[in-house]
């Protein structure tokens, strides 16, 4: 399997409004190879919702942050970090 078709990305939850994606990018840069961060806002408003995601280059990174970051404070905030889920493909219909 190609390294492209596999993402070590981590779900970032409980951010606090002033966290923007660089700062995020920094808060995990320890822990291995960022290859993206990203706070997900409101498509209609613009506005944070106070979670992101954090990609990774390997795996180890990935649970070497969940682990060392979890319960962590960033910013003011206790954050919540876990794998992400993959958004898979189904679907409502």
């Known amino acids: 399997m190609a390294?492209?078709?596999v993402?070590?990305?981590c779900f970032?939850?409980?951010l606090a409004w002033a966290t923007d994606d660089r700062s995020l990018e920094r808060a995990f840069s320890s822990f291995g190879e960022v290859i993206e961060?990203?706070?997900i806002s409101d498509h209609e408003t613009g506005r944070l919702?106070?979670?992101g995601f954090v990609t990774f280059s390997n795996e180890q990174s990935?649970?070497?942050a969940i682990e060392g970051m979890n319960g962590q404070n960033?910013?003011?905030r206790s954050i919540i970090v876990?794998?992400?889920?993959?958004r898979g493909s189904g679907g409502g219909g």
């Open 12 to 14: 970032v939850g409980g």
């Open 37 to 39: 961060s990203k706070i």
């Open 82 to 86: 876990n794998e992400a889920q993959s």
């Open 49 to 51: 919702r106070g979670f």
């Open 74 to 76: 960033l910013d003011g």
């Open 3 to 5: 390294s492209a078709d």
């Open 7 to 9: 993402e070590y990305c």
């Open 62 to 64: 990935m649970r070497d």
